[in-house]
């Protein structure tokens, strides 16, 4: 098991592409190595940080 911080910071070239928003959020990792078979479970939760009136608020789960 595994545990750290994910950062996302905004980079996209394009408007339709990219959030314009700075997130921060958790990130967490099971892995399992039986009989020579990897498995794992990764998730991560991030949230923008940092408030624009002309932006909405980003929120975001990868399972």
Do not use: C
């Not at 950062?7 to 700075?22: A, C, E, H, Q, Y």
């Not at 794992?40 to 940080?49: A, D, G, H, I, M």
Request: no cysteine.
């Amino acid at each position: 098991m595994g545990v750290s911080i994910a950062v996302l910071v905004p980079s996209s070239t394009n408007d339709f592409l990219g959030t314009k928003k700075f997130r921060v959020g958790p990130i967490i990792v099971f892995l399992n190595e039986p009989y020579g078979w990897t498995y794992s479970f990764l998730t991560n939760k991030t949230w923008s940080v940092f408030r624009d009136k002309e932006l909405l608020d980003v929120h975001q789960l990868y399972v």
